[in-house]
């Protein structure tokens, strides 16, 4: 399935490790409705993209100082603690997360999640010793598209990106990672599944009961 030998493989979270986008869209319409800004649905596609928070903040409300984005980060994550904050696992990512490094292969998490929500939500699913090195939104100045987080990623599990695979749901992040220079795994069905084919992710499966490390080419270390 995945023709190039690799070394390694980058996850991202939201949507990929953990099944987060319906808590998050929630605890989002739920902030922005409290400080006086109505989203539309489509509007509300924008927070599953790979953007970091205050991204998100100044693209629904405009220039924000670092305190107002401070004081309505931690509004918006309390809100989203109410709802449980979305950890449940996305099918199979478990079982395939831990075959990986038996099969000799790093690991890394690239996530434009804050540190400490990154760290908690890995905490709560028992995964943060899945990962070799996890870099999050707190590490880059700008979120996804920007490909420095996959840059930081490679170098931190010692790894030359064309040797690494990574693993997206959205077109951000596909695009992301192949401008660090890495293949990219998609996970969506239809009709997102086609926007990552196009952004570049290939294959593109559905989850990762669909997907096994036997379907990688692992390159011996």
């Known amino acids: 399935m995945i023709p190039t030998p690799i070394r390694g493989l980058v996850f991202d979270m939201d949507g990929v490790i953990v099944d987060s986008h319906p808590a998050h869209r929630d605890a989002w319409r739920q902030f922005l409705e409290s400080v006086g800004r109505k989203a539309s649905d489509d509007e509300l596609d924008f927070i599953l993209d790979g953007r970091k928070r205050e991204e998100i903040l100044r693209y629904f409300l405009g220039d924000l100082s670092e305190e107002q984005i401070r004081e309505y980060g931690n509004h918006k994550d309390e809100m989203l603690r109410r709802l449980g904050n979305g950890t449940r696992p996305v099918a199979g990512v478990v079982a395939f997360l831990n075959s990986l490094r038996p099969a000799g292969l790093r690991v890394a998490l690239a996530t434009s999640a804050g540190r400490t929500r990154t760290l908690g939500t890995l905490a709560d699913l028992s995964l943060t010793d899945c990962f ?62 086609q926007q990552l084919l196009e952004a570049g992710a290939e294959p593109v499966v559905p989850h990762f009961l669909a997907v096994s490390v036997g379907d990688l080419r692992v390159r011996p270390r």
């Open 132 to 193: 070799d090195a996890i870099v999050t939104g707190d590490d880059v100045p700008a979120g996804k598209p920007d490909p420095l987080i996959y840059r930081l990623a490679a170098e931190r599990i010692r790894e030359k990106p064309e040797q690494l695979l990574a693993i997206e749901d959205a077109v951000s992040g596909v695009k992301a990672a192949k401008g660090a220079g890495l293949r990219c795994m998609g996970i969506a069905t239809a009709p997102r599944a």
